[in-house]
C-alpha cells in the first residue's frame, strides 16, 4: 500500500538535484502499490556536524530540513518541488558529502488526500523529527489524547502524526532530565515502545543531521547497501558483513518498502526483521532488536544492544521492473506468462525415462510431504487473486492427496476464529508474502499448532520467513496492481503440490505423468493461446459501454469465472460477477435479458455437458452469450450460430484454468484501456495490502 524510501550517500558528493532524482525515482518504482499522495524531505544548507557546538555532535544550529507533500501523483509532486526550489535561494546545484532524504506514496487509511495528510509527519514547527510510515498504529488515539494533554497541535488527521511527536515528546523530556548525549536509536526505541499495530518507520531528525534510522513491526522493509571501492563498478569488492563497519569508505544507503526500488542502485540488500531498529549514521549501520521492557538503561532510556547481520543478493534484474516494448506493466506481464511459467517449472519436473516415472521435485517441501500426507485436512488460505488460484487447485489436490482441503478468505477465518488443530496443514498463497490479513492469519494457525506452508512470490518476504516450509513461484517482479503471471504460477506450483504430496500413490501414476507431460506443453499452449489478443480486443470494443458482465464456471472453471470477473472489475471498473454455473437457477438466472453480456466457460472437460445445458437455458432466455470452448467444440456450444465463440488450445483439466484464464485477462485489460482507466494503477486499490 504505502511506500517508504530513503537515500543517505556518505563521502560520496552528490548535488541536491541528484538526491531529488533519486528520491522521485524510488517513488516511481513505489507507484504500484497504490497512492494518491507523496512527499519528500531533504536537508537544507548547515554546518558539518564535526563543528557543531555539541559533544554528540548534535547541532542546535542546523536549519529545519525542507518538507514537500502533494496531492495527487509523483509527477505532481515533482513539479511543484521544483517550482517551489526555484522561488527560494536554494541551489540545486550545491554539492554533500554526507546527505539523507526520505520520500513516500501515502494510500489514504485516516484522513482524505491531502497535502496536511501526506508524508513525511512533522513534529511541529521547525521539523525536528520527520516520519515516513507504511502500515497503521492501531493506538494513536489514547497517544493523540496524551500528546494533546502536553500541548502538542495536531495539523492532520492521520494516524502517523502522533509518532513524530512522540519522538520530540521523548527527546525533550530526556534533555530535560539532563541527558545531553541521548542516541537517535534510543529515542525510536523509546518510541517503539509505545506504539502498537502493524509498521514500517523511516525517521529524519534535525538534532540528528546526516542519519537515518528505519524500524518495523509487520510492513516490510529492506535496506540496500552500495560501496564503492577502488574499483567502483566492481561488486566483488564488497563483503557482506561488514557494512556494518564504521568505515570512510564512499557508500550510499537506500531503503525501501520494496526491492524494484532497490534493483537499479544495487543488489545487496538486508531484509529487515519485524523489532529492529535500523540506524545509519557515519558511513555505518547499526542494527537493534527491539524487545519491549529489556535492555541497559541510562538515564532514563534503554540501550539496546546491538545484533549482526549479513546481506544477501537480491534475485533480481533491472529489466523486470521496466515495460520493455509494452504500453503497460500489466500488459507486459500477461505476454510474459510463457517464460514466467517456464521459470516457475524449470528443475522441479523430472522426466523420467524408460525405466523411471515422471516425477515432481519441490525442495521447500520435501522435509515436510510425510507430514502433510498424514494432515487430517489441508486449509487453503489467501485473498483476492491468490485465493482464486487456490481455488482452482483445490479439486486437483483432492484428487491426488485423498486428504479433505478447506478453502479460506483469510479476513474471515479470523473474524470468526475458525477452527484449526495440530493436525492440520494450512497453505499460505500471497503474491508479495507481505498480505496483513494472510500474515495475520498465519499467526493464527502458528498458535494452533497446525504445519504452515507458504506460496509466495518473494523471497525473504514475512510469508516466507514465518512459515516451516514452501514454495517460491518465481513468476518475476509483478509491477501492474491486477496480478496475472503470479495467478497462473500459482495454479501451476500448487498443481505440482498436488503431484508432490499424491506421489507415494500407485493408483494415480498415469493420471499424474499425464499432468506432468501436460506442464511442460504448457508455456507453448499459452504462447497460442496469447494470439487471441486483437481478438480480445475486438470483443472489448463491443462491451465498452457495458455496465455489467457475468462470468459462468463450474468445476476447474468456477475458480476462472472468479478470476475473470476480478480482472475486469479491478482494471475496467465494470461491475462484473464470477458465478457457480450450478448455481445459476438458484437467481442469477432472474439477470438474464437480451442486453446483459454473459461470458460462459465450456472447455471441454468433466463438466462439458452440464455447461451445454446452460448454454442452451440461456440461449432459451435470449441471453447475449460469449462461449469459450476448446478448439473444434464450437460446433457443440453454439446455438443456432448465435453466440460469439472464442476457441482455445485443450489440456489437461486441472490447468486448464491457466489456459482459460488468459482470454479474460487479455479482455480486461484492453477495456480499460479503451475506457481510459489507469490500467497499472487502478482506482483506490494497491499492489501489496499490508494494512487490514
Not at 495527487?72 to 541551489?91: A, F, R
Not at 515528546?169 to 539532563?178: H, L, Q, R, S, T
Not at 524487545?291 to 537480491?314: E, F, M, T
Not at 482455445?648 to 486448464?656: A, G, I, N
Request: proline share 4%; hydrophobic share 40%; net charge negative.
Amino acid at each position: 500500500m504505502c511506500g517508504i524510501f530513503a537515500y543517505l550517500n556518505y563521502n560520496v558528493s552528490r548535488e541536491r538535484r541528484y538526491v531529488l532524482e533519486v528520491l522521485f525515482n524510488g517513488l516511481r518504482r513505489l507507484e504500484y502499490r497504490g497512492y494518491d499522495s507523496a512527499g519528500i524531505s531533504i536537508d537544507s544548507s548547515f554546518p558539518h556536524p564535526s563543528i557543531a557546538g555539541r559533544p554528540d555532535g548534535v547541532s542546535s544550529d542546523s536549519p529545519p530540513p525542507l518538507v514537500f507533500r502533494q496531492e495527487g501523483n509523483i509527477e505532481s509532486l515533482v513539479k511543484s518541488v521544483y517550482q517551489e526550489v526555484s522561488n527560494t535561494e536554494l541551489s540545486l546545484e550545491e554539492s554533500f558529502l554526507v546527505h539523507a532524504g526520505i520520500a513516500h506514496t501515502r494510500w489514504a487509511t485516516h484522513g482524505e488526500p491531502a497535502p496536511r495528510n501526506s508524508h513525511p509527519q512533522s513534529s511541529g514547527p521547525g521539523n525536528e523529527f520527520l516520519v515516513v510510515h507504511n502500515g497503521v498504529v492501531t493506538n494513536y488515539e489514547v497517544l493523540k489524547e496524551t500528546l494533546l494533554r502536553h500541548g502538542f497541535t495536531f495539523e492532520s488527521e492521520t494516524d502517523t502524526e502522533v509518532i513524530p511527536k512522540l519522538a520530540k515528546f521523548v527527546f525533550d523530556k530526556a534533555n530535560e532530565e539532563g541527558d545531553r548525549t541521548v542516541t537517535f536509536s534510543q529515542v525510536v526505541l523509546e518510541v517503539m515502545r509505545h506504539l502498537e499495530g502493524a509498521y514500517a518507520l523511516i525517521f529524519k531528525s534535525q538534532h540528528y543531521p546526516n542519519e537515518l534510522i528505519a524500524c518495523k513491526r509487520g510492513s516490510p522493509l529492506l535496506l540496500g547497501v552500495k560501496e564503492f571501492g577502488e574499483d567502483i563498478g566492481n561488486s566483488s569488492s564488497f563483503h557482506d558483513v561488514k557494512f556494518q563497519a564504521k568505515s570512510e569508505q564512499p557508500k550510499e544507503f537506500f531503503l525501501s518498502s520494496d526491492a524494484n526500488a532497490l534493483v537499479e542502485h544495487t543488489k545487496k540488500v538486508l531484509v529487515v526483521e519485524d523489532g529492529e531498529i535500523v540506524h545509519v549514521k557515519d558511513g555505518a549501520v547499526s542494527i537493534f532488536k527491539f524487545d519491549n521492557g529489556k535492555g541497559k538503561r541510562s538515564g532514563g532510556l534503554a540501550r539496546p544492544a546491538s545484533v549482526q547481520r549479513a546481506l544477501s543478493i537480491l534475485e533480481m534484474e533491472v529489466e523486470q521492473i521496466h515495460k520493455g516494448k509494452y504500453e503497460h506493466y500489466m500488459q507486459k506481464e500477461i505476454h510474459e506468462q510463457p517464460e514466467s511459467l517456464t521459470t516457475t517449472m524449470r528443475g522441479r519436473l523430472i522426466r523420467g525415462g524408460s525405466c523411471k516415472a515422471k516425477t515432481v521435485l519441490l525442495g521447500g517441501l520435501k522435509d515436510h510431504l510425510k507430514t502433510i500426507r498424514r494432515s487430517r485436512r489441508i486449509i487453503f488460505i489467501g485473498c483476492g487473486t491468490s485465493y482464486n488460484a487456490a481455488l482452482a487447485a483445490r479439486p486437483i489436490l483432492e484428487e491426488l492427496s485423498g486428504i479433505p482441503v478447506t478453502m479460506e478468505i483469510a479476513s474471515d477465518l479470523l473474524d470468526r476464529q475458525g477452527p484449526i488443530y495440530r493436525e492440520d496443514t494450512a497453505v499460505f498463497v500471497s503474491q508479495s508474502g507481505e498480505t496483513a490479513d494472510t500474515l495475520n492469519a498465519l499467526e493464527y494457525a502458528l498458535e494452533n499448532g497446525a504445519l504452515c506452508v507458504g506460496i509466495t512470490n518473494t523471497v525473504g518476504s514475512a510469508i516466507a520467513r514465518k512459515t516451516h516450509c514452501g514454495v517460491h513461484i518465481n513468476a518475476g517482479a509483478e509491477i501492474g496492481v491486477a496480478s496475472t503471471k503470479a495467478y497462473t504460477s500459482q495454479i501451476v506450483v500448487m498443481a505440482m503440490l498436488a503431484l508432490a504430496i499424491g506421489g507415494d500413490a500407485v493408483s494415480s501414476q498415469a493420471r499424474r505423468e499425464a499432468i506432468i507431460e501436460s506442464l511442460f506443453e504448457l508455456p507453448s499452449q499459452v504462447r497460442e493461446v496469447l494470439k487471441l489478443d486483437h481478438e480480445m480486443k475486438d470483443l472489448a470494443e463491443l462491451l465498452i459501454a457495458e455496465q455489467s458482465l457475468l462470468v459462468f464456471g463450474r468445476g476447474y472453471n468456477y475458480a476462472t469465472a472468479l478470476e475473470g470477473a476480478l480482472k475486469v472489475k479491478e482494471v475496467a471498473l465494470m461491475h462484473s460477477e464470477g458465478i457457480l454455473a450450478g448455481e445459476m437457477k438458484h437467481g442469477p438466472l432472474a439477470l438474464v435479458d437480451e442486453n446483459l453480456p454473459i461470458f460462459v466457460i465450456a472447455t471441454h472437460d468433466a463438466c462439458f455437458s452440464k455447461q451445454q445445458s446452460v448454454i442452451q437455458q440461456l440461449h432459451a432466455r435470449k441471453g447475449r452469450l460469449i462461449v469459450m470452448c476448446s478448439k473444434g467444440d464450437a460446433a457443440s456450444v453454439t446455438v443456432g450460430g448465435s453466440c460469439r465463440v472464442i476457441e482455445v488450445p485443450q489440456v489437461e483439466d486441472c490447468l486448464q484454468p491457466v489456459i482459460n484464464i488468459v482470454p479474460l485477462q487479455l479482455l480486461a485489460y484492453h477495456l480499460t484501456v479503451l475506457r481510459g482507466f489507469n490500467v497499472d494503477q487502478p482506482r483506490n486499490l494497491a499492489k501489496s495490502v499490508t494494512t487490514e
